[in-house]
């Protein structure tokens, strides 16, 4: 992979991590637990529970996606990004500028379905 390829993912990676971390403190403030002496009805104190869960799972998909991230650019900066795990060969520019964190190719995640 070409010098201006792996600039451009990197490039790419650093801008998810900072929209996955700009987020974070959105979610931990919305995960926080609900005070029971909060004067809401049964309806919305359910509705305030439901959405405590979802912002719950949205928080761990958010920091299991930064943690990727994370690995991505330390593979790029020992020189291992972009080759599959599996097989060793190349993943292709279009799915790493896709899935920049992908560590196999389409060929060997299509085999371990």
Do not use: F, H
Not at 11 to 38: A, G, N, Q, R
Not at 42 to 67: D, V
Not at 94 to 111: H, N, T
């Amino acid at each position: 992979m070409r010098q201006d390829e792996l600039a451009e993912l990197r490039d790419s990676i650093t801008e998810k991590i900072k929209s996955l971390e700009d987020s974070m403190d959105y979610l931990d403030e919305e995960t926080k637990p609900i005070e029971p002496s909060v004067s809401l009805g049964r309806l919305t104190r359910m509705e305030a529970i439901s959405e405590k869960g979802i912002n719950e799972y949205m928080l761990r998909q958010n920091k299991q996606a930064l943690q990727r991230l994370y690995n991505a650019l330390e593979r790029l900066d020992k020189g291992s990004y972009g080759s599959c795990l599996k097989c060793g060969n190349e993943i292709p520019l279009g799915r790493l500028r896709l899935v920049p964190e992908a560590v196999v190719c389409v060929a060997c995640s299509s085999k371990g379905k």
